[in-house]
Structures are given as C-alpha cells and as structure tokens.
C-alpha cells in the first residue's frame, strides 16, 4: 500500500501532537516532509534508503524525512497501514533524539548510526562477494 504524500503529512502531524512539546524547542526549521527519495550514495541504486536526517547547519536545525524513500521501501516490501505508522513514528523518534543530542553537546546516536551502517555495508559486501 502506497500512501500519499498528503496522507504522510497527516499523520505525521497527529504523531508529532504525541511528542512533549519540549522535543521540538530550538529545531527552528521544523519537520519537513519532502517529496524525493534518497538512496544511499554507498549503495547501489535502490538498495538502501535514508529515511530522515538532522540538519544543523547556517539555517538552524531542522529535521528532513524522505516521503519517497518511505514509498519506494513500501512498493518494494508490501507495507500496511500499520508498517507505515510504524516506520514514520521510528523515523521521527529517531531523529528527534539525534536533536536532543545535538542540543546536549552529545554524539552516541551519531556512533551508533555509523556502526550499524558499517556493519550493513560488510554485510552487503559480502554477500555479493565484494571488498567492504
């Protein structure tokens, strides 16, 4: 099931209403949902997607999630109404505390993402045979 950018919006705000307010303090550019996917430059074409990002940068800190690369994982892996509530709830979380994070002079989300993305690329790697 393919839902609609306008309907990812939607429920994306209803589960922000869910979050204590406190979590959204200095992410002055908000949540933003844009309407590109964003595969993974480390992997090949369609293989891997990012999700969301946390921005700080010269135009503050904001949060990016990618309606297409929700899409392209649901057309490929069959999501339901539920993986998708799923999916945009752990995205948002996620991201969420790569704030906090960053507001708290911290980094352990920040080593962990770059463990597991390391450990998915030698997995990858490996199973089509090549060097990680």
């Known amino acids: 099931m393919i839902l609609t950018i ?24 908000g949540v933003n949902l844009l309407e590109e996917a964003l595969p993974d430059p480390q992997f090949p074409e369609g293989e891997m997607y990012i999700l969301g990002e946390y921005c700080e940068d010269v135009l503050g800190r ?9 899409a392209a994982l649901a057309e490929r892996e069959s999501w339901d109404q539920d993986t998708w509530a799923d999916e945009l709830y752990t995205t948002l979380s996620h991201e969420l505390t790569h704030h906090m994070e960053s507001r708290g002079g911290l ?11 390391a450990q998915w690329r030698a997995e990858y790697a490996a199973r089509e045979g090549e060097a990680p």
Do not use: T
Not at 62 to 70: E, K, M, P, R, T
Not at 107 to 117: I, N, P, S
């Open 107 to 117: 980094h352990a989300l920040d080593d962990r993402d770059a463990e597991e993305l």
């Open 62 to 70: 904001y949060i990016n999630l990618y309606y297409g690369s929700f």
């Open 6 to 29: 306008d309907q990812v919006n939607d429920a994306l705000d209803e589960m922000a209403e869910g979050f204590p307010q406190v979590l959204f303090e200095e992410l002055n550019g």
